[in-house]
């Protein structure tokens, strides 16, 4: 009998998120409730409220001001954590731009969940999607452990000196925020081990008094943006390198960091698709491949920066892609889709569409074998 | 000391001639003293104070949007209160900052408690975008958006000082910038009380309300002389009024300033009345208890 690993739990992915927050000692968390994200953050509050982790928790009013605190807080020079789903993270948006405008690393975990209307809790990526040029970092996750591990990599990934920009980690609402699963979970002396102190180079100090959030003329604007790219282009080495580094002290990674291939050797048709929806594939593509169908899966873990070299890479050989999208960009196609085709456009390989899963649509196995057969050949709304 | 080392709002500005809020700013850099961080709302004064790669500042200063000034503070006030850090916080904004898109934020960052001072500088419109209506605009007023005709302002200005009051354990004042001391000992007041509060600043805004450059201080002590800018403070639930025996008519205050050139006799009368009616108000609840906290 092996001896029992007393760090193997089974867990819900919003605890796992919490606890994960936990260990990266955040010192000042923002919480406002939303379904389905309010899970992390009630675990959140149960965890400071039982001294399991000094910070100051301020039950904000609006999403708004959640993220308006943080940018508050990190700026005076302390590491924080707020959560969003949906019509949260959209009340955001204006201070989304302004928190990777300002270079200041949060880190914030979405539930992901559609926007209205029609009001609907359920599930997809327009949320997300919606805020794809704001200068945040964007993880997908497709498992419990993933968002687990995500989470303390997303503080070390962001604060790097090399990057200094927010991150999301992203985990499909109820499709994974609350599914439990068995989880692996780290020691406080593992994770300080991996994740240094927090240490603010700009901060808010009445020793050192500066200005942040000037105003910047057309003279100087365009500066501050090309720096913010620079970040997030340079951001690609620093993100595999943190995973490998998670690799080598943990022995879990995922990928390279960006993107996963499951398959895709001798994959003639390839999936390309984000969270939690690659299990089901992942299952599918196993399922077909009984059948002789030389399928495979590119997950795209890292959304932003877009891992440009990595999927060229990784669909070279593939004759047929599809990409499955749980967001729609009204008037165009699915926003996934309409980057990686303009990635793709010197490339031979079809590429098509699959609109997926919109508010909380189940995307079952057979949905995914069935839809094989379309795959580079048609665009299909499933 | 020397007295110019007292200050923390320093020339070079891009403030008008004249702005009443430019004079506020620096009366809340001398009396906030060197261990303080200030959070400014976007408007004219975060505009004309912070243009890259410049900055009129001497304190630690962040500007993130229009109508969180009062949620930011609440960041800065949480990360200081976890460094166990005894810094003051002040948050600063304009009428349309606080009286209108940054209410709600205002309200959640004072029923929280935390310790920080906010204060709003007063020019009674959009002044930073032109000089559109806000919702502190005065009854009368021209401003952009409410043109002489039949669109002429008819709403009453909101009462910021007792919406804010209205929060347990708070700190209320209004103050005038034609009464600099005052105003500076209650910024010092509000910051040793240790309560969440709110000082609301008359800052005139020449431009906006068509006033000579060389008025401002002369009209806002009209301000308080005609009762139209009463100036009082809440503590402990408990008004106290600074009495004003000048009794000088309201039209010498409105004659003075362009943005009410289209008053008649009969809307300057009504608008004694309504000047009177407040400040015989005030005057009647001076010295009690009106808000339970």
């Known amino acids: 009998m092996k001896p029992k690993n007393k760090n193997l739990v089974f867990m819900e992915c919003s605890e796992a998120i919490a606890e994960a927050v936990r260990l990266c000692e955040p010192g000042v968390i923002a919480t406002y409730p939303i379904t389905p994200q309010t899970g992390i953050i009630e675990h959140l509050a149960d965890i400071v409220a039982t001294s399991k982790l000094n910070a100051e928790v301020i039950n904000v009013e609006s999403e708004h001001s959640a993220i308006s605190a943080c940018i508050g807080a990190q700026a005076t020079g302390i590491r924080t954590f707020t959560a969003s789903s949906s019509q949260g993270l959209a009340l955001m948006h204006e201070m989304l731009f302004i928190a990777s405008g300002l270079r200041l690393p949060i880190v914030m975990a979405i539930a992901n969940r559609t926007l209205s209307a029609p009001i609907n809790i359920w599930n997809d990526h327009s949320d997300t999607m919606a805020q794809r040029d704001s200068g945040w970092l964007q993880f997908y996750c497709e498992t419990v452990q993933e968002a687990f591990d995500t989470t303390i990599m997303a503080f070390k990934i962001a604060e790097s000196n090399k990057i200094l920009l927010p991150a999301m980690v992203c985990v ?211 | 000391m020397k007295e110019n080392e007292k200050e923390r709002f320093m020339p070079g500005h891009g403030a008008c001639a004249g702005c009443g809020a430019a004079i506020a700013m620096r009366a809340i850099g001398r009396a906030a003293g060197k261990n303080s961080i200030l959070t400014i709302a976007t408007g004219c004064m975060e505009v004309v104070s912070t243009a890259y790669p410049l900055t009129a500042w001497k304190l630690p200063i962040i500007h993130s949007a229009f109508e969180n000034a009062a949620a930011t503070a609440s960041g800065i006030a949480a990360a200081l209160k976890h460094q166990k850090k005894k810094t003051n916080v002040i948050a600063i904004a304009g009428d349309g900052g606080v009286f209108d898109i940054g209410l709600q934020a205002l309200s959640g960052a004072l029923e929280r408690g935390h310790k920080f001072l906010f204060i709003c500088y007063d020019n009674e419109a959009y002044a930073n975008t032109g000089v559109q209506r806000s919702g502190a605009t005065p009854l009368g007023a021209v401003t952009t958006t409410t043109p002489a005709g039949k669109h002429d302002s008819i709403e009453f200005k909101k009462n910021m000082p007792f919406i804010v009051a209205s929060h347990a354990g708070t700190y209320v004042a209004t103050a005038n910038i034609a009464f600099i001391d005052d105003f500076e000992n209650k910024i010092k007041k509000a910051l040793q009380s240790g309560k969440p509060s709110y000082i609301q600043v008359f800052t005139p805004c020449t431009i906006g309300w068509h006033i000579n ?64 009616k407040n400040y015989e108000l005030l005057k009647s609840l001076n010295g009690k208890k009106i808000f339970l906290n």
């Open chain 1, 172 to 382: 499909d609402g109820f499709t994974l925020s609350h599914v439990s699963e068995q989880l692996q979970i780290l020691e406080q002396k593992q994770v300080d081990s991996f994740l240094p102190r927090y240490k603010a180079e700009f901060l808010l100090n009445p020793e050192k008094p500066i200005t942040m959030g000037a105003l910047a003329s057309p003279q100087y604007f365009t500066e501050f943006k090309k720096q913010q790219q620079e970040a997030m282009l340079s951001s690609i080495n620093v993100i595999k390198e943190v995973n490998k580094q998670f690799l080598s002290k943990f022995k879990r990674s995922y990928g390279d960091g960006l993107i996963e291939e499951y398959k895709t050797n001798d994959a003639e048709k390839v999936f390309i698709a984000l969270g939690s929806v690659c299990g089901t594939i992942r299952e599918a593509i196993d399922e077909m491949r009984k059948k002789g169908k030389k399928v495979g899966l590119v997950k795209i873990k890292t959304f932003r920066p877009f891992p440009e070299k990595e999927l060229l890479k990784a669909t070279k050989k593939a004759k047929k892609i599809a990409v499955i999208d749980r967001a729609v960009s009204l008037g165009n196609l699915g926003p996934v889709f309409v980057e990686v085709k303009a990635l793709l456009k010197n490339c031979k390989n079809d590429i098509s569409n699959f609109i997926a899963g919109l508010g909380g649509k189940d995307i079952t196995k057979r949905d995914i074998t069935e839809s094989e057969k379309f795959i580079g050949e048609k665009n299909l709304w499933i």
């Open chain 2, 213 to 276: 450059n060389n008025d401002t201080i002369r009209l806002s002590k009209l301000a308080y002389q005609t009762n139209i800018y009463p100036l009082f403070e809440i503590e402990n639930g408990i008004i106290k009024l600074m009495e004003n025996t000048s009794k000088i008519p309201i039209e010498n205050y409105l004659n003075m300033q362009g943005r009410f050139k289209n008053l008649g006799k009969k809307e300057i009368s009504e608008i004694q009345k309504d000047v009177d």
